[in-house]
């Protein structure tokens, strides 16, 4: 159901990890859905409503604007992933996180070059917070 759900908001996306996603959708032989009042934020994530339902597919940041309730294992899970060079896609309806979608192998997705930029910058992201860490 989660990737149904991300395929079918993601078919209409021009970001790569998405258009990744929905082929990977499409091998597995998912039915995907058309989605109604599709909105996409560059970058960050998608919006749009299957069978009268809202659902969210992005990044975590994304799903805690948009005021989905998010649990202490999201946060670790978000975590671990980027700590491992991966890429956590959430799945979310309007209330709560309905599953995760993690892209591994980023560089076969995004080319080698872009997968540095995306290391170099979890890594300072991952330094920005030690140090903060390190003041309290």
Do not use: C, M, W
Request: zero cysteines.
């Amino acid at each position: 159901q989660v990737l149904r759900i991300a395929a079918s908001l993601d078919q209409l996306s021009t970001h790569i990890l998405a258009r990744s996603l929905v082929t990977e959708a499409r091998k597995r032989s998912v039915a995907l859905s058309s989605p109604a009042g599709f909105r996409e934020t560059f970058g960050e994530g998608v919006e749009g409503s299957l069978d009268g339902k809202r659902y969210l597919v992005g990044r975590f940041r994304f799903l805690q604007k948009q005021g989905v309730a998010l649990q202490p294992r999201d946060d670790e899970l978000h975590e671990q992933a980027r700590e491992h060079g991966e890429i956590p896609v959430f799945v979310a309806d309007e209330t709560k996180i309905l599953g995760t979608v993690v892209f591994a192998d980023v560089e076969a997705l995004l080319g080698p070059a872009h997968a540095r930029h995306h290391e170099g910058r979890h890594a300072h992201g991952r330094q920005a917070r030690r140090r903060r860490e390190d003041r309290r």
